[in-house]
C-alpha cells in the first residue's frame, strides 16, 4: 500500500469526512469516466475528531452501509487522509544521483526535516522530471504518523474493504478539480481560481493556476455552528438539530434568525480566505473565479451572497456537468458532497 501507486487500479473511492463516510466507483471510457455507483452515509457526532478518525467501529459500519447502499463491486479502496496530517516537501535532487540512492537520499531528508521519528511514519516519494533541459530533477516526500493512516485502514477493513492506496484529500481533489473548470467557455490559462471547500468544522481554500494548486489553508468554520444554534435555538438534541438543518424546515422567523446570520458568516468567511491568500506572496491580489462546495450550497442565495461579499464570481463545485464524466440525474443534484469522493474515484477508475 503507497501514496504514488504506479499500477493501473479498479477501486472504489473512500472519503470519510466529519460528517459522513462517501464511496464512489468510476469507469474509464473513451470520452473520460462513468460513475457505476455512489452513497452518503452519516456519521456520529464524535465519530471523526480534528479530521482524525476517533471511533473506527463507528466509521467502518458507515462505511459498510454506504458500500452495501451504493452496490458498490470492488473490494480495492482508495482512502484519503486530511492534509493537516501530512508532511509534504519537495527538494532538488543531486545531480547524477543514481536511481537507488533516491531512497536513501529521501531518508536522510527526512529524519532532517520531518519532526518525527521515521519508525513513527509511514513515507512514500515521487521523483519529478524536470521540464528544463539541464536542469536537476527534484522528489516529492509525504510523510504521515503511522498510528494516523493506520485508524483510516482498519475503518476501510472493517467495512470488508481492502485498502491499497492511501491518499491525501488535496491531491484528491486537485485530481478532480479539472472536471468542474471543464465546463467553463472561457479559458483559464494563467488565471488564479479557487475553490471553497466549507465543510463541518473545518473549511478548506484551494488556489489553482493552471491546474497546480499554488496555496491552500484550512479555516476554523463550518456546518457544525449553524446545528448548534438551532440545537440551543429550538431547546432539541444535537441529532434532532441536524436533522433540521438538513431537511430545511425552519419557521420564516427561525431563517430569519439563524440562517441569515450564518449565510452572512459564511460569506465573511469567504472573504476572509481569500484576504489571506492575496497577503501570502503568490503573486495575486484576489483570484479570478471561486467555486464553493460542501452542504451549505444547500442555502438559498448563498452563491450571490459570497460573490456579493468577496467580489469574485461565484460557482458551484460541479464535477458532473461536463461531457467528460456520465453521471445519473440524482449524482447531478447533489454535487457537493462528492467532490473528493470524484477524486478519489478517478485513480481506481481502471
Known amino acids: 500500500m503507497a501514496l504514488f501507486e504506479r499500477r493501473t487500479l479498479e477501486a472504489v473511492g473512500v472519503d470519510i469526512g466529519t460528517s459522513s463516510v462517501k464511496v464512489m466507483e468510476l469507469q474509464r471510457t473513451r470520452r473520460g469516466y462513468r460513475v457505476n455507483c455512489a452513497a452518503v452515509e452519516s456519521l456520529p457526532r464524535s465519530a ?3 479530521r482524525g478518525i476517533s471511533n473506527v467501529e463507528q ?3 458507515a462505511l459498510r452501509r454506504a458500500a452495501k447502499r451504493a452496490r458498490c463491486k ?9 492534509s493537516s496530517h501530512v508532511i509534504t516537501r519537495t527538494f532538488q535532487l543531486p545531480e547524477g544521483i543514481k536511481t537507488f540512492e533516491i531512497e536513501e537520499q529521501v531518508m536522510i531528508d527526512a529524519a532532517q526535516n520531518v519532526p518525527y521519528s521515521v519508525d513513527e511514519m509511514y513515507l512514500d516519494y515521487q521523483v519529478l522530471a524536470s521540464m528544463k533541459a539541464g536542469a536537476e530533477d527534484s522528489v516529492t516526500v509525504t510523510a504521515c504518523r503511522r498510528e494516523v493512516v493506520d485508524d483510516y485502514v482498519s475503518a476501510v477493513e472493517s467495512a470488508g474493504l481492502r485498502p491499497v492506496v492511501v491518499d491525501v484529500d488535496t491531491f484528491a481533489i486537485a485530481r478532480a478539480f479539472p472536471l468542474v473548470t471543464a465546463t467553463m467557455s472561457e479559458s483559464l490559462q494563467g488565471k488564479a481560481v479557487a475553490l471553497l471547500d466549507v ?3 473545518t473549511t478548506h481554500l484551494d488556489v489553482f493556476v493552471d491546474g ?3 496555496y491552500d489553508r484550512d479555516h476554523s468554520f463550518g456546518g457544525r455552528s449553524l446545528t448548534e444554534s438551532i440545537q440551543s435555538h429550538c431547546d432539541i438534541s444535537f441529532e434532532e438539530a ?3 438543518k438538513l431537511s430545511g424546515k425552519l419557521s420564516e422567523d427561525d431563517q430569519e434568525q439563524l440562517l441569515e446570520p450564518f449565510k452572512r458568516t459564511i460569506s465573511q468567511e469567504a472573504a476572509r480566505a481569500l484576504e489571506y491568500f492575496a497577503s501570502a506572496g503568490r503573486g495575486y491580489d484576489t483570484v479570478d473565479l471561486l467555486f464553493v462546495t460542501g452542504g451549505c450550497l444547500r442555502l438559498d442565495g448563498i452563491l450571490e451572497l459570497i460573490s456579493n ?10 464535477p458532473f456537468l461536463g461531457k467528460n464524466i456520465k453521471a445519473r440525474t440524482k449524482l447531478k443534484l447533489q454535487p457537493t458532497l462528492l467532490l473528493k469522493a470524484c477524486g478519489l474515484a478517478m485513480r481506481g477508475a481502471g
Open 309 to 318: 461579499y468577496t467580489g469574485v464570481p461565484t460557482a458551484t463545485a460541479n
Open 199 to 201: 465543510g463541518e468544522v
Open 212 to 214: 497546480t494548486v499554488i
Open 59 to 61: 466509521v467502518g459500519a
Open 242 to 244: 441536524e436533522a433540521v
Open 74 to 82: 470492488r473490494k480495492n479502496a482508495i482512502v484519503a487522509i486530511a
Open 48 to 50: 471523526v475528531v480534528e
